[in-house]
């Protein structure tokens, strides 16, 4: 299974998301597409509004994971 990375970055007041395998996230990086003199940040800053990170790119790896729902039962008995 290939690794999956996430980058976050503003671009113009939006925020825009994209997956990327570690191959094609590497591609991406050597061809610039970010720009030639970027930051990727090595941390969540601690002002999370992507409008205020200068340009500056988020790199995360993992996965995406949805919450389910449980269903609890509750019964009644009397005795």
Request: charged share 30%; proline share 3%; glycine share 8%.
């Amino acid at each position: 299974m290939s690794e999956t990375y996430f980058v976050i970055n503003n671009s113009e007041g939006d925020t825009i998301v994209k997956e990327f395998t570690k191959e094609k996230l590497l591609e991406e990086i050597n061809d610039g597409a970010w720009g030639g003199d970027i930051e990727y940040l090595r941390d969540i800053p601690d002002d999370n509004d992507t409008n205020y990170w200068g340009g500056s790119v988020l790199i995360i790896k993992g996965s995406i994971v949805t919450p389910e729902e449980k269903k609890i039962v509750l019964t009644h008995d009397i005795k």
